[in-house]
């Protein structure tokens, strides 16, 4: 894969799947080229399959990544893919990460607030 043609969003999918390896995550896949692509994940029949940009697992805990530049913070797709991936995490005891650049870590935390999603923010540099 060479990196210096990733686009910011898939750089940071990159990024993030190396902080994971560098803290011991396994059963990683991303949604990228040589990596197995995460599976979809749907919240109440009337959703269809959303498909993280990352899962992995550390230990017996299942993490589901959502990674957003600031462009794609406000879109009402990324919302659904969040409030999906978060009330999954909620139901079944796994961990929903919310993955921005760090500058965008307060207006990451301010939308899961707001919108009332359970989830962890993830800055990135």
């Not at 686009?7 to 040589?34: C, G, P, R, T």
């Not at 796994?94 to 009332?116: Q, T």
């Amino acid at each position: 894969m060479d990196i210096d043609e990733l686009s910011e969003h898939d750089l940071m999918v990159f990024s993030l799947v190396e902080q994971l390896k560098n803290e011991n995550y396994s059963s990683i896949k991303a949604d990228l080229n040589d990596y197995d692509k995460p599976d979809g994940i749907h919240w109440r029949n009337n959703i269809p399959r959303l498909f993280p940009d990352v899962t992995a697992r550390k230990n017996d805990t299942f993490f589901i990544f959502a990674v957003e530049t600031v462009d794609s913070l406000s879109e009402d797709h990324s919302h659904h893919q969040r409030l999906t991936f978060s009330e999954f995490a909620r139901n079944t005891n796994s961990v929903f990460g919310l993955v921005v650049p760090k500058r965008n870590e307060n207006i990451a935390r301010d939308i899961l607030i707001e919108k009332n999603i359970f989830g962890e923010v993830w800055g990135q540099d």
